[in-house]
Structures are given as structure tokens and as C-alpha cells.
């Protein structure tokens, strides 16, 4: 069974820069998929971004409407690790951050259905961003 282990969350002004690291253990799944969540107090967990791995290697990149153009998501195999980076940060996008992977994803239907919680079955602890204004 895959773990996984977020880190890098932490606290920053507007306008400001994050990364954040989601560590898999024993490796990164291939092929399958690989996500990140966000969830603030009283709201649903939602979709930030997320990659499609193909089997050997390479990978298809997807994003929220929210945050397309200031957060970017990539697998680094050899470190065993997908990271969040985040620009240009608001304070709507406080939140503690999640990591989700699963191996049973479809490329097919994975498009356009990236940011649904039944997709993955594996779940990090989170890791929580504040971002003051």
C-alpha cells in the first residue's frame, strides 16, 4: 500500500510564493493519478490540480479555474514526489492542503473528472497554507 506525506505548508503574505511536497512511499504510481484538494472550515474539499501519469513515463497536468495560470503540479520520480507550486497567493486560498493518488485511474475518464473525491483512494494527512492579506 502506498502512503503519502504532504509537507511546505506554512504561512505567507499575499502575493507570495509556496511548495508544497506530497512524498510517496515505497514510489509514485505508475500508471494512475495524483492530486491535490484543498479544505477550509465549513466548505467542501475541492479540486486545486492534479496529473495523470502515464505508464513509463510522463505526465498530463490539469487545474482548477481558480487557480490556472498561479499554481503548477509535477511528479518528480526519482524523489518519489508530486509538488504544488503555488504564485501569486491569495487569502482565499487559505486552506489545509491534501494529497490523493490512486492506481485505478483512466486516462479516458480521467479528463474532465480529475477533481472528483472518488477517483483516489489513497489520502495524506494535509498540510495547512494561510496566506494573509
Known amino acids: 500500500q502506498v502512503r503519502l506525506v504532504e509537507s511546505g505548508g506554512g504561512s505567507v503574505q499575499a502575493g507570495g510564493s509556496l511548495r508544497l511536497s506530497c512524498t510517496a512511499s515505497?514510489?509514485?504510481?505508475?500508471?494512475?493519478?495524483m492530486a491535490w484538494f484543498r479544505q477550509s472550515p465549513g466548505k467542501e474539499r475541492e479540486g486545486v490540480a492534479a496529473?495523470?501519469?502515464?505508464?513509463?513515463?510522463?505526465?498530463?497536468?490539469y487545474a482548477s479555474d481558480s487557480v490556472r495560470g498561479r499554481f503548477t503540479t509535477s511528479p518528480d520520480d526519482t524523489k518519489k514526489t508530486l509538488y504544488l507550486q503555488m504564485d501569486s497567493l491569495k487569502p482565499e486560498d487559505s486552506a489545509m492542503y491534501y494529497c490523493?493518488?490512486?492506481?485505478?485511474?483512466?486516462?479516458?475518464?480521467?479528463?474532465?473528472?480529475?477533481?472528483?473525491?472518488?477517483?483516489?483512494?489513497?489520502w495524506g494527512q494535509g498540510t495547512q497554507v494561510t496566506v494573509s492579506s
Open positions: 490523493a493518488a490512486s492506481p485505478y485511474c483512466s486516462a479516458s475518464a480521467y479528463d474532465g473528472t480529475w477533481a472528483r473525491l472518488s477517483h483516489y483512494n489513497i
Open positions: 515505497p514510489y509514485i504510481l505508475r500508471p494512475g493519478c
Open positions: 496529473v495523470y501519469l502515464v505508464r513509463s513515463s510522463g505526465h498530463i497536468p
